[in-house]
């Protein structure tokens, strides 16, 4: 199932399939990508966590399809390149953009492009603005945000226990 396309890009959910696995393992089990993440950081030891996460994922996708987290795959090649997700924010009802990409796939505005859809994606469907939350010093991160046109609200620690960049951008920019 697609959920959504772009030029280069198929966006789909992750499945239990052995590349899937995988691939979501040789990523998230990385610091370099692990850092980044979640209230206390922490990289995947066990081929076993992986498996688990299309189990979480698939839990945090809406029963509608407008949100979810989901496969980043190249079009070109069948290359999985990261995950991009549209959720809401813990115990919120504002809803996030998010990426997450392998480090082989940095450098190639995959994240960018996935963002941007699924942005588009979720004001297609109704939502007046999106939201992404960056720690201060992932720099690629925050240079996506400025690609993707958002603007810059400052540091929140209203989710994820600590203070984040936030970035908001509204249907009408």
């Not at 066990?46 to 945090?60: L, S």
């Not at 991009?84 to 009802?93: G, K, M």
């Not at 992404?132 to 010093?137: E, L, N, S, T």
């Amino acid at each position: 199932m697609v959920v959504y396309e772009t030029e280069r890009l198929i966006v789909r959910p992750w499945t239990h399939g052995e590349s899937d696995v995988d691939r979501i393992f040789d990523t998230y089990s990385r610091w370099e990508v692990a850092r980044w993440l979640g209230a206390t950081p922490r990289a995947l030891t066990a081929r076993e966590e992986a498996d688990a996460a299309v189990d979480r994922w698939a839990g945090r996708a809406s029963a509608d399809g407008r949100f979810g987290v989901w496969a980043i795959e190249v079009r070109d090649t069948g290359a999985l390149a990261g995950t991009v997700l549209l959720v809401n924010l813990p115990d919120s009802e504002e809803i996030e953009v998010g990426w997450h990409l392998h480090p082989d796939s940095w450098g190639y505005g995959y994240a960018t492009e996935a963002a941007r859809g699924a942005i588009a994606k979720g004001f297609t469907e109704g939502l007046d603005e999106i939201f992404a939350v960056v720690r201060p010093d992932n720099e690629r991160s925050l240079a996506v945000c400025r690609r993707l046109g958002m603007t810059h609200l400052g540091s929140s620690d209203r989710w994820y226990d600590q203070a984040l960049e936030l970035f908001r951008i509204g249907s009408a920019s």
